[in-house]
T-cell receptor
Framework: NAGVMQNPRHLVRRRGQEARLRCSPM?????VYWYRQLPEEGLKFMVY????????ESGMPKERFSAEFPKEGPSILRIQQVVRGDSAAYFC????????????FGPGTRLTVL | GQSLEQPSEVTAVEGAIVQINCTYQ??????LSWYQQHDGGAPTFLSY????GLEETGRFSSFLSRSDSYGYLLLQELQMKDSASYFC??????????FGPGTRLSVLP
């Protein structure tokens, strides 16, 4: 049973470009969470999605950031017009249902903005 | 607001016992989870307390006191591989998870 998969593992972008981060949850999991982690800091919740629905995006910056979890395919975190401050590790986690106390994390995507 | 506090660093020797505390100020509290993260790695789930009291999982135990808004992770028989960052996380009924700033544990030989 494959775990949570994220790709790419490392992504380098220049300022002003777009970054697309993908997350495939564990098989049978319909809940996806995205987190951002700056160096030497904790995880900051960004957004919680179920298939085709954004449930909670209270942690998402109001501009340039968007997320989706389509009926088919992986969840996508999209960052438009990246700036250096977007450089961070972005982790995706999944869970099978709302009533669960465990999240399973992917290996993360490390975004570097030059 | 919603916040969790943890010590930034803890150091202990192999074979010892260490306790990592977590205090929180939240509303709609549902449960407290603990995660381990090695440098460059992904967080991995360790333990969860939905009720007051102690939960034991092998060498790791976690405790919660809702009345004190306090929890801790207890690591016994420390091993070098336990050197990592440990995060407590508050569970808002699964809607989102608020993570503490993390405690960096260094295990010395």
């Amino acid at each position: 049973n494959a775990g949570v998969m994220q790709n790419p593992r490392h992504l380098v972008r220049r300022r002003g470009q777009e970054a697309r981060l993908r997350c495939s949850p564990m098989k049978g999991h319909s809940h996806v969470y995205w987190y951002r982690q700056l160096p030497e800091e904790g995880l900051k919740f960004m957004v919680y999605l179920q298939k085709e629905n954004i449930i909670d995006e209270s942690g998402m910056p109001k501009e340039r950031f968007s997320a989706e979890f389509p009926k088919e395919g992986p969840s996508i975190l999209r960052i438009q017009q990246v700036v250096r401050g977007d450089s961070a590790a972005y982790f995706c986690a999944s869970s099978p249902s709302l009533d669960t106390d465990t999240q399973y994390f992917g290996p993360g995507t490390r975004l570097t903005v030059l | 607001g919603q916040s969790l506090e943890q010590p930034s660093e803890v150091t202990a020797v192999e074979g010892a016992i260490v306790q990592i505390n977590c205090t929180y100020q939240t509303s709609g509290f549902y449960g407290l989870s603990w995660y381990q993260q090695h440098d460059g790695g992904a967080p991995t789930f360790l333990s969860y307390n939905g009720l007051d009291g102690l939960e034991e999982t092998g060498r790791f135990s976690s405790f919660l006191s809702r009345s004190d808004s306090y929890g801790y992770l207890l690591l016994q028989e420390l091993q070098m591989k336990d050197s990592a960052s440990y995060f407590c996380a508050w569970d808002n009924y699964g809607q989102n998870f608020v993570f503490g700033p993390g405690t960096r544990l260094s295990v010395l030989p």
